[in-house]
C-alpha cells in the first residue's frame, strides 16, 4: 500500500462533514485534517483535545498506529456537549479509521504522514505540524508535566 494510497483511502473515508443533533440543535463537524502515525502499543484507546471552542482533535490507536483527526464545529459547542459528541464521532468514524489502519498495516513503512489538509484553521495546522514533527522525531507526542 503507497502513501498515495492512504491518501486516497482518507480523501474518501474521512474528508467529509458529519452531521448530528446535539441537545436539540444541529451541530456540523468537518474533518479538515487527518494525520496517521506509527505507535509502540498495538492496544485501543482514544484520546480527544480541545484546541477552542470550536476545534478538536480526536486520536484514535490500534493495532500499532493512531490517527488524529482535525475537527472543525461550525459553531461554538458547549463543555457539557462533548461527551455527546466523543460518542457520536466514534461511533461514526471508527469503521473508517479501522479501513484505514488496515490498509496501511499491509506495507506502511514511514513514521508520520499528514493524509489531508483541507483548510485546516491556524490552531489545527500548528497542532498537526507539531505532532508530525514529533512523531517523525520518535518524540514522546503528549507533553508530561510533572507536579510542583
Known sequence: MSLEEL????????????????????VTVSIRGVLIARADSKTYNFSFFELSESDFVLAVQMRGFVVYLGLEADEEVEEEALPEMLNILLSGLTPAIATLITAAEKSYGGKADILLDDEMGPSLKEFFYDLLMKHRKGKDPYEQTELA
Do not use: N, T
Request: net charge negative.
Open 7 to 26: 491518501y486516497a483511502i482518507a480523501q474518501r473515508e474521512l474528508a467529509k462533514d458529519l452531521v448530528f443533533e446535539i441537545d436539540g440543535e444541529p
